[in-house]
């Protein structure tokens, strides 16, 4: 109640407490007319919030713990910031200290002082930002104020004791503009037997709300790969992908630490990694060798603690677009034997310059219509340029009922057994520094037929 800003109301929600604090708040009230109390049964720290902003009557609303306490010019200096620049969310830095009163250390970001940021502008800052604190500052729901309409059918969840996981991050999605100031006025308490510290290792419920947060911002347009880690924590990521249609296919992922430099190189249909952040990973690229595929659909990417279980998440999908320009020129080259798939793409990969590259890799056991499959995975993808390189007589015989059956695409086709490039000069790839590229390699028809067909055709590094 020593708040420099005097327009306010205090609104006190008792949760079932069984100590002397109904008794203290109702005193509050008789004292201050600008001090409300209400009480409820120990139903949660959610349902107490959602309550106290239903009977709220102000436009503007901020959350206070129980733990926790406010320098007096917490609240004008928010307000001045919020009505100042415009926007619907002020957010306040802090100071943290033990129930021992301990002030513990805590360096907060100057090099941002005051400054104001888009939703997008938000985001893209908290998911870059390596400071611990700040990632505690973006994930709760203390330290702001909020004008009204940013809870906008917004509620704490109440089947769970930690909401500000779920519920935070929805606000920044209802602003135009959130303004982020350095000032440490909202005293944090780091109290070891408070809600926040009481969680459960087999308590799954935040990384459920991580899941949601990825996929909605995924949903919007926003990268869904960085999620909010903290930093020096043991981490896991767990990948489960299939294709669409359901085909067999070979993938791989690449992992980059915090500079972008490649660190691991790994062949998956369900990768499980442990990495510590930022130092470990903390985005993947995918590549994709594929037997017509239009999407790849990846099963919740499960960033996690590493001490939680297995099976903590929910199975949660969402699809990626493989090679999505149509109007790009895209290389199909279909071989036998799916054993050597993974070194055709490792090898080949390194000449295409950028041009996709889709490998139709047959197993000798296929009784399927291969033709067929093609044409649809072209249709599908409305490709307008296509390179079709067989690798062998049979398969040239598939590659021309493509051609004919692909009258709105422009296809290019390398049979082989039309081209002489088992005459080509195997001496041209001898001092190649590619390991893959060994000399019982060298007179593989498959090799040299691919290698020749980009090269000659589209345009590749030419082999020196």
């Known amino acids: 109640m020593k708040q420099t800003y005097h327009n306010l109301e205090l609104i006190l929600v008792d949760d079932g407490s069984t100590d002397r604090s109904l008794a203290i708040c109702t005193r509050y009230q008789q004292q201050n007319s600008r001090v409300r109390v209400f009480h409820q049964a120990n139903q949660g720290v959610s349902k107490a919030r959602n309550y106290g902003m239903d009977v709220a ?18 609240l004008e200096e928010l307000i001045t910031a919020l009505e100042s620049t415009g926007s619907q969310i002020a957010i306040s830095d802090f100071q943290s200290y033990k ?125 869904p790969q960085l999620p909010l880690l903290r930093i020096n924590q043991r981490y896991r990521i767990s990948i489960k992908a299939s294709s669409e249609p359901a085909q067999g296919f070979f993938t791989r992922i690449v992992f980059f630490n915090g500079q972008g430099d490649e660190i691991n190189r790994l062949e998956f249909h369900n990768l499980e990694k442990a ?59 279909v071989m036998h034997d799916p054993k050597r798939v993974k070194k055709t793409w490792e090898t080949v990969g390194k000449m295409l310059n950028g041009l996709p590259l889709q490998i139709v890799s047959v197993g000798w056991q296929y009784d399927g219509d291969l033709a067929e499959a093609i044409v649809h995975w072209i249709e599908q993808k409305n490709q307008l340029y296509a390179h079709l390189i067989s690798t062998s007589a049979d398969l040239d015989k598939v590659l021309r009922k493509v051609h ?17 490039k088992l005459h080509i000069d195997y001496e041209i790839y001898a001092s190649r520094d590619i390991p893959e590229w060994s000399t019982a390699n060298l007179v593989d028809p498959d090799w040299i037929t691919i290698t020749h067909a980009i090269n000659g055709l589209w345009g590749g590094v030419k082999v020196k």
Not at 171 to 193: C, F, G, H, M, P
Not at 302 to 327: G, Q
Not at 404 to 420: I, V, Y
Request: aromatic share 14%; charged share 25%.
């Open 404 to 420: 004919q059956a692909s009258p709105k695409t422009r296809l290019l086709l390398t049979e082989a057994s039309q081209d002489d």
């Open 275 to 333: 990495f510590t952040f930022p130092e470990g990973a903390v985005h993947y690229e995918v590549s994709l060798v594929n037997t017509g595929c239009t999407s790849l659909q990846f099963k919740r990417l499960e960033i996690c603690p590493a001490k939680l279980p297995r099976s903590v998440h929910n199975d949660l999908w969402f699809h990626k677009p493989v090679n999505p320009d149509s109007d790009q020129p895209v290389n199909i080259v």
């Open 57 to 74: 009557a102000g436009d503007l609303i901020t959350f206070v713990d129980s733990d926790d306490y406010v320098m007096p010019n917490y």
């Open 99 to 223: 129930g021992n009163g301990q002030l513990l250390v805590h360096m907060p970001d100057h090099e941002v002082s005051q400054r104001t940021f888009t939703p997008r502008e938000w985001f893209d800052f908290a998911y870059t930002n390596k400071n611990d604190f700040f990632q505690l500052i973006y994930t709760v729901l203390w330290g702001k104020i909020f004008q009204q309409e940013a809870f906008n059918q917004i509620y704490c969840p109440e089947d769970t004791q930690i909401d500000d996981e779920f519920t935070t991050w929805k606000t920044y999605l209802q602003a135009s503009k959130i303004v982020y100031l350095d000032d440490e006025d909202y005293i944090y308490r780091l109290n070891q037997d408070g809600l926040s510290h009481r969680k459960n290792q087999e308590d799954i419920r935040p990384l459920r709300s991580l899941e949601e947060e990825i996929t909605f911002l995924h949903i919007l347009g926003y990268d």
